[in-house]
Nanobody, 124 residues
Framework: VRVVESGGGMVQAGDSLRLSCATSGPFGRTEALGWFRQAPGKEREFVAAIRWSTGFTWYADSAQGRFNISRDNAKNAVTLLMSSLRPEDTAVYYC??????????????????WGQGTQVTVSA
């Protein structure tokens, strides 16, 4: 099982960008896919997650209201639509998969499958 990100790039502040994460099924009832990001010199931080079976979502405060995570069951893919981007959103964005959301979704330690990351750069 792998996860593969795509869709990063360079945009200006206020623009939107769509990231995609392709993976493979099947999915367990408690599995979720999440997005994390890591800026230079900073720790990896949680952005958003979605439980595959129900579509329930979680967001970091920094993403709430600006980012939207969704899933496409037919394509086994998750999309992160980022709007009103800010320079501080600049980071490498990683997609990851966790087998069980019961322990939590906001810490990277709960995720056991990671993609290679995709760079997002937002200029002022």
């Amino acid at each position: 099982v792998r996860v593969v990100e795509s869709g990063g790039g360079m945009v200006q502040a206020g623009d939107s960008l769509r990231l995609s994460c392709a993976t493979s099924g099947p999915f367990g009832r408690t599995e979720a896919l999440g997005w994390f990001r890591q800026a230079p010199g900073k720790e990896r931080e949680f952005v958003a997650a979605i439980r595959w079976s129900t579509g329930f979502t979680w967001y970091a405060d920094s993403a709430q209201g600006r980012f939207n995570i969704s899933r496409d069951n037919a394509k086994n893919a998750v999309t992160l639509l980022m709007s009103s981007l800010r320079p501080e959103d600049t980071a490498v964005y990683y997609c990851a998969r966790t087998p069980n959301t019961a322990a939590g979704v906001t810490s990277s330690r709960y995720y056991n499958i990671w993609g290679q990351g995709t760079q997002v750069t937002v200029s002022a």
